[in-house]
């Protein structure tokens, strides 16, 4: 789970950097698009055509564009936003799928749930200050990016005992690749070749974090794997100051603070059923 943290960590660090250079959809297209490949190579062979086996079809495509909905959104953000100040907005996930459980799930949440939802979205207000200019384009796109992963949570839940998750990771990636690539005549700008390598991590980091997650939740409970995503706020603290000098503000701080604690009072009072997938913001 750690692993996993720390590799998209790096495919938001490198999202970030490229953006500045080339159009976000373009970084998103690769991003998919290095992905499936590693897919094929790596698991074809071995799955043939139970890689392409679902009882969802439906499911997988609306969940895979909710996916690359959120990556979309994040990429964004971060092409406008320190790293730091994005991953806290988008840690607001897991309080969208307890309030979206509610009411597609039929859940029903304690008191003390909801205090802790409407704790973490004050702890938002900290951050983005909607007095301020920050409450704009960008900070909208942070919230976004949380609002397309807590659908695509709540739908993950809604088949994931009867779908194998490679197949469902391999729908991921197929489909974010196929849509990205129709749309690749309208903002493709052919790479730099030093940033060639650069395109080619985006795609190892997403796919080789997806896998270890995988693996991680054949291991153990999300009940305790889920607070261990929030570790990748300080890897987007950490790589924002060496990356891009950039260093949340004391509201920031302050915000960050709220958001994951009521974060984990949510997921560590929560009672998943055997390998749910924990709710943490993944690309």
């Given at each position: 789970m750690m692993v996993m943290v720390l590799c998209f960590s790096v495919l938001e660090t490198v999202g970030k950097y490229l953006s500045r250079s080339y159009p976000v959809p373009m970084v998103v297209w690769c991003r998919y698009s290095v992905h499936t490949l590693l897919m094929l190579v790596l698991l074809a062979p071995r799955m043939g055509m139970r890689l392409?086996?679902?009882?969802?079809?439906?499911?997988?495509?609306?969940?895979?564009?909710?996916?690359?909905?959120?990556?979309?959104?994040?990429?964004?953000?971060?092409?406008?936003?320190?790293?730091?100040?994005?991953?806290?907005?988008?840690?607001?996930?897991?309080?969208?799928?307890?309030?979206?459980?509610?009411?597609?799930?039929?859940?029903?949440?304690?008191?003390?749930?909801?205090?802790?939802?409407?704790?973490?979205?004050?702890?938002?207000?900290?951050?983005?200050?909607?007095?301020?200019?920050?409450?704009?384009?960008?900070?909208?796109?942070?919230?976004?990016?949380?609002?397309?992963?807590?659908?695509?949570?709540?739908?993950?839940?809604?088949?994931?005992?009867?779908?194998?998750?490679?197949?469902?990771?391999?729908?991921t990636a197929v489909v974010g690749c196929v849509l990205m690539t129709l749309a690749a005549p309208l903002f493709w700008r052919t790479p730099e070749l030093r940033h060639v390598p650069l395109f080619m991590l985006l795609g190892v980091a997403g796919g080789f974090g997806h896998y270890m997650l995988i693996k991680a939740m054949e291991l153990e409970n999300a009940s305790f794997l889920s607070p261990l995503g929030y570790t990748q706020l300080l890897w987007a603290i950490l790589f924002g100051f060496l990356v891009f000098g950039d260093l949340p503000d004391l509201h920031a701080f302050v915000g960050m603070a709220i958001i994951v604690a009521s974060g984990l009072y949510v997921a560590l009072g929560h009672r998943p059923k055997p390998r749910e997938e924990p709710d943490t913001a993944i690309e």
């Open positions: 392409l086996r679902t009882g969802q079809p439906g499911g997988q495509l609306v969940r895979a564009v909710l996916l690359m909905g959120s990556t979309l959104c994040n990429f964004g953000a971060l092409s406008f936003l320190p790293m730091a100040d994005v991953k806290a907005i988008t840690f607001i996930s897991p309080l969208l799928v307890t309030l979206l459980a509610v009411w597609l799930l039929r859940e029903e949440v304690r008191w003390d749930r909801w205090v802790a939802v409407a704790v973490g979205f004050f702890g938002v207000l900290f951050i983005v200050r909607p007095s301020s200019a920050m409450l704009q384009l960008p900070a909208l796109l942070a919230i976004g990016t949380a609002l397309c992963y807590s659908l695509y949570q709540i739908l993950t839940r809604k088949f994931s005992d009867t779908e194998n998750p490679l197949t469902t990771l391999f729908y």
